[in-house]
Structure formats: C-alpha cells, structure tokens
C-alpha cells in the first residue's frame, strides 16, 4: 500500500511541467488534494523560486484522514539548480521520505560527470533492485528539475517533449504531450469550472526497478493526464486537476490554493486564452 502511495507523490510530481513561467513571476506556490476511492487520501505543496539565473523547487506530501491512521507517509523532496542557456542544471537534489514501514533517503550532487550519490538509503542491494548503470545516468534530470524542464525550455507550449530522469534509483523517461481543450465541471466545492488544456504524461520504465515487480511497471499503463488553466490574476498555465492510476486504483488531484509573488490566485474565475 505504501509503495502505492509513493507511486501517486512521484506521478503527481511530475506533472508539475503544466507550469509556464511568466518573466514576472518569481514566487509559485501550489497546494492539492488527493482523493482515490472517494477519500482525500494525500495533501501536497509544492513551492517554486525562479531567479535570473538559479531555481528552487520543494514538494511536501503527506497522507491524509483515514489513509494516515492506515499507513502514515510524509515525503519532502527539493532541488536546487542553474537557468542555462540549454535549460535548467541541477546541482543538489535530496529526498527524504518516512511511512510506517520504511525509512528512505536520496541525496545526490551533479557535476561535470553527471550526478553522484551521496547518500542512499536502503541500498540497492538492500531494496531488492538492480543499481542504475553509469552510462545510464549520464545527461539525466532528477525529477524535480524534470518536471519543470520543458516549460522554462519552451514557456510557451507546456506539456511537450521529453525528459531523462534517474531519481537516485530508478532510470525512467518522462514523455509529455499536449491533447487539446476540455471543458471542465467543479466537482470540488470551489473547484475548477471551465476551459483547460488536457496533457497527457507517459511513464517510460528503464532500469532500477525493484524485482518483484519490474513485469508489473514495464505492462503498459494509462497515461497520466493533466489539465491546465490560465486563471484570473496569474499569468501562469496551473495545472488545476490530475488524473493518475496506480496500485490503488484511479486517482485524482485538484489545485485547492495557489499564489504567485505571495498573491493569492482566484481559482475560479479563468481567464480568457
């Protein structure tokens, strides 16, 4: 149930590329409900500082109702980085994360030679995995800094292309591509009503995935699919609901606060495109 749940954080961590940064914008800061079967099971944040020539992204997550009392998780994962000319470099990631059946922690540094872990707890071997190759996490994002790559690369066509990622353990590819507008319904009380741009994200399974169930993740899934809206008072695309589908069933996650430069954003009223 657990692992699920880590599933749910890290599919919903990479959605975050719904977000366009406009020239202005240098503080983001988002909060979502998760619900699977009916329950709010998982509350995440995620807080973006973006400067002329550095970034910084932090995502909080933990369990909610009677999902915490079940399996209690907390996870805090952050990223600091450079703004190049080819994109975003990171130079620092960590992630720790604690449930009631496991302790886990990656902390990794990236140099000319590509990222180098520092600490990685359990071990690989440890964690019933394979260790990700060399040669495999040459020219990899982690997936923070992956979830925001495409967007500061091209701010003007969010959810395209692809992103390389190893997240300390596993090597995985990130596929993004934009599919059109729908007209969403609020199903949450002040929730979302309107026009939004549909994005699809496909998990693409490489290496250093636990054994026992490396047939499960390389079976083909439904790809994740998240919507983007442009509300009043934000210049942003904000990725106002997301659909992923995991161990656990189907789950769904909606954008309950927002606020750029420290001013709140009015979730329901969207602007014009």
Same mark, same amino acid.
């Given at each position: ?125 440890? *964690?019933? /995995?394979?260790?990700?190759?060399? =040669?495999?996490?040459? %020219?990899?994002? &982690?997936? !923070?800094? @992956? ?19 190893? *997240?300390? /353990?596993?090597?995985?590819?990130? =596929?993004?591509?934009? %599919?059109?507008? &729908?007209? !969403?319904? @609020? ?87």
């Amino acid at each position: 149930m657990q692992r699920a749940v880590r599933a749910i954080v890290a599919t919903f961590a990479s959605a975050l590329p719904g977000i366009a940064l406009g020239a202005e914008a240098t503080r983001l800061e988002l909060s979502f409900h998760i619900f699977t079967g009916g329950y709010h099971a998982v509350t995440m944040a995620a807080d973006l500082d973006l400067g002329p020539e550095r970034y910084r992204l932090e995502t909080r997550t933990s369990t909610n109702g009677i999902a915490d009392v079940i399996f209690r998780f907390t996870q805090t994962a952050r990223v600091e980085g450079a703004l190049t000319a080819s994109g975003p470099r990171p130079l620092r990631f960590e992630s720790t994360s604690d449930g009631r059946w496991n302790f886990r922690l990656i902390e990794m540094a990236y140099g000319a030679a590509g990222p180098e872990l520092r600490k990685l707890e359990p071990p690989a071997e440890a *964690d019933e /995995r394979d260790e990700v190759p060399e =040669h495999l996490r040459q %020219a990899t994002l &982690d997936p !923070l800094t @992956a979830a925001i790559s495409a967007i500061l690369r091209e701010p003007d066509r969010p959810c395209t292309g692809k992103a390389p990622v190893f *997240d300390g /353990r596993r090597r995985y590819d990130l =596929h993004f591509e934009a %599919a059109g507008y &729908d007209t !969403l319904k @609020a199903d949450q009380p002040d929730g979302f009503a309107g026009q939004a741009l549909r994005c699809r994200i496909v998990f693409e399974p490489i290496a250093g995935f636990m054994k026992q169930y490396e047939d499960r993740t390389r079976e083909a899934r439904p790809p994740t699919e998240l919507w983007l809206a442009r509300l009043a008072g934000a210049r942003q695309w904000l990725p106002v609901r997301m659909v992923s589908h995991s161990g656990i069933g189907r789950a769904t996650g909606h954008l309950v606060s927002a606020s750029v430069d420290d001013r709140p954003v009015l979730l329901t009223r969207a602007a014009s495109r």
